[in-house]
């Protein structure tokens, strides 16, 4: 393939950088457009989470890209989830049975910025910040820039476009106006919302409740969570309904409320969060969407990719992590075609036709999951029968390593396995599981032997 | 209720004249648009079907608005589909074991004209043509409208806005496009697209095929129907996919190849088409999408109707009944808030809230049932089980006229019971049925009191 001709990714974001970053390791000339300013010289943070979970799959596409030892340093692990009860007592839930296995608390900034500095050390790529893509015209492969600060509306040409510009993709929007393409599309939000509060850090700087651990006060309609920051502060989330609820967005409209809602609902919590008013407050409110699509791509010129082709509310922690293995999935159809000897066009036409083929339904995948764990985060983790299935599944982890993954960690855990796959057994596996609770086949007294056969074969079943 | 306050409905389609045809009855003051021109004058059909499919819902919806004696002259019987085999022999299949029920075929443009006159009888209504709306600003609630004749945009203001402007509705995506709704929405479509093709009248002006029936040539990835039309010509719509398939749109690219698969897939059809060539190469290809979003309404100001609100594709024969009876269940929520005591802002907001409560879930069950039947019309509709299955329903509902009803007789002559419930009692029941088939607990031979039990308990399992 001819690698001279101009790759314009639209957005520097997580999976704009990272795509970025491995194309131009593979010496294509790339054009890197960011609309915002360069957040490793100015704090920017507005409509995007503080951290973020990270794990398994995104390990691996960044350990492809070669950075993995410098991301490391920028990470805390979180062990499980510590429940936090109305009465302030806690319980923790491991992630895995099998000890070594965690998910990671990491800064998105941070990591935004450890990607874009790899990416800036190749001649062939260029980070222009402050461009903004209003449209893409898919016939002429031109995209349409706006600069705020200058006013001036540039025209870049290129030989492919990557939409990587997020939930609010300009690349898609102008994909579903074409009228030409048929162009499924959805977009579902969720009845809740969430605004991002925080912990303090203590003040020899370490941390004001356990460090290593998901934080979560689930409370059936409304939860919080809380994830680690290495500053010693944790960046807290309360998801709540928009409206239409007694303790919703809309009501907690007074100082007053909210410090009543949160001693009535989050007593240990309140304990240490000292600005928890200003900063309700002053934070705003964000919205909770899944977004699916296709085609991805338009006459193999056009590519969407990340949250632009796929957003995912945040419940499963795999948002980023899908988004990332977009790029290891994207890169194995890149090397399997790069070398044919065939005309650029048709080589980039393979590419995302098998691309989407593989993707599209993992992408769809984890969109589901997400929306199911909103659920299970918010009222099933505190509830006997999860409690219950939870400690069995830990039991089963832990005696067969090798054999009995549970949904999560088929999700989070298993890299190798696909999310569709994931989501069709580890479904059937916790209704099997739920049922033979509920039947009384098994309980703490079945022994592991028993408890792995039992479950399997309820599983198959189910399956079949 | 202040009556008169301006309502303007966007679209004198089939659900838009009704409403406004309804709305005026009652008193209100009417402003009605249309984009095209006066469809009684000019003679369009572009983009639209030219006849459909009306049964009982619609019919109920006509009734209420007093209509029905000059409809029912228009309206032509189908009692059953007509399979057309490959070997051009023909069975019949009733669409209900009770004698008296039937669907209609009837002309859209006859149906309109209809309720275009009766709703001009009025003097609190106007229709205005060729006033096409370009989008509707939600905040001041004005529409706004361009006359491409006269190059003259117009800007409406109203109490009330009603968008049945279609599956392209400008309302919907005015809507779409307001950020501060949270705006959920799908729009997906079909691997196939139509075409529509004819039948010629005979030369008495008679019928050249049977004329009370639908007909169908299912061919498993492509499938032919036929509905009459009272002048003796058929409508005919050959469904194919638009590429990606060996016979597909895109495939079918010369006169030769189209004339070669009617021979060998459609021969009894293709011996009265004599136009087949010409019609083929002029009438343009169509695309079948299924849209439904959430919510139908902005503050109690304007509200989502008709096709506009929740398109669905043409496979269970709906899409008109559903927009219809859209107008039934509205008037329900009219009928019961509009004498309060309460501002007219109030009473809107309260009519439109429940509307949508009872309305969205059968709307998407309308829109799901109808892709599961693009399925089973290509394909089950010439299978054996599903024949066998047929045979058996058409005996109990013959015996049990009073209680027992398919998943079709139930979505399409029981009006009183939602989509939605239809959609979750007639799938359950055509599961059971297959599953009792297969296992053979029921055959040919069981009794029909027999047949009944076990097909009730086995629902009622799967129900459960």
């Excluded at 990272?18 to 194309?23: F, G, H, I, S």
């Excluded at 699509?293 to 632009?308: Q, R, V």
């Amino acid at each position: 393939m001819d690698k001279k001709q101009k790759i314009l990714i639209i957005g520097a974001g997580l999976s704009g950088s990272l795509l970025a970053l491995r194309l131009a390791k593979k010496g294509y000339l790339i054009d890197l457009r960011e609309s915002r300013k360069d957040l490793r010289i100015t704090n920017i943070s507005a409509g995007k989470s503080i951290n973020l979970a990270f794990s398994d799959r995104g390990i691996k596409a960044l350990a492809l890209a070669g950075i993995m030892d410098q991301v490391m340093k920028i990470c805390i692990p979180m062990k499980g989830r510590l429940i936090h009860n109305l009465d302030s007592s806690v319980f923790f839930s491991p992630y895995s049975g099998r000890g070594d296995k965690h998910i990671n608390s990491i800064s998105r900034g941070d990591l935004n910025a450890i990607l874009m500095n790899e990416a800036e050390k190749l001649p062939n790529l260029t980070i222009t910040f402050e461009s903004e893509c209003k449209k893409v015209n898919l016939k002429k492969n031109t995209a349409h820039f706006y600069n705020a600060k200058t006013e001036i509306t540039e025209k870049v040409k290129a030989a492919i476009i990557f939409g990587a510009d997020g939930a609010g993709s300009a690349l898609r929007k102008s994909m579903f106006l074409q009228r030409e393409i048929l162009f499924s599309f959805s977009q579902q939000w969720l009845k809740h919302g969430y605004k991002e509060l925080s912990f303090p850090a203590a003040n020899n700087g370490g941390f004001l409740t356990e460090k290593n651990a998901l934080h979560i006060w689930p409370r059936g309609t409304y939860m919080l969570i809380a994830l680690p920051n290495i500053d010693g502060t944790f960046t807290v989330t309360l998801f709540l309904p928009h409206s239409d609820a007694k303790y919703s967005f809309e009501t907690l409209n007074t100082s007053d409320k909210v410090l009543q809602f949160f001693k009535e609902q989050f007593p240990d919590a309140l304990e240490i969060m000292p600005n928890l008013v200003e900063e309700f407050n002053t934070n705003p409110v964000g919205a909770l969407g899944t977004i699916k699509c296709s085609p991805y791509s338009y006459k193999g010129k056009t590519l969407l990719i990340g949250d632009a082709a796929h957003a995912v509310v945040p419940f499963y922690g795999q948002g980023m992590n899908a988004s990332f293995e977009d790029v290891t999935v994207l890169f194995k159809y890149i090397d399997k075609y790069e070398n044919k000897a065939l005309n650029n066009a048709e080589i980039w036409s393979k590419i995302f036709y098998e691309y989407e083929k593989e993707r599209k339904k993992d992408a769809d995948a984890i969109g589901d999951l997400a929306v199911e764990n909103y659920f299970e985060m918010r009222d099933h983790v505190a509830n006997d029968l999860f409690k219950k299935k939870r400690a069995l599944e830990m039991k089963l982890e832990d005696a067969y390593p090798d054999r009995y993954f549970s949904k999560y960690s088929r999700v989070t855990f298993n890299d190798s396995m696909p999310y569709s796959v994931a989501k069709k057994i580890g479904n059937a596996q916790d209704k099997a599981f739920l049922n033979l609770i509920e039947d009384d086949v098994i309980n703490e007294n079945t022994s592991v032997k028993e408890l792995f056969d039992k479950v399997k074969q309820k599983t198959d079943e189910i399956i079949a």
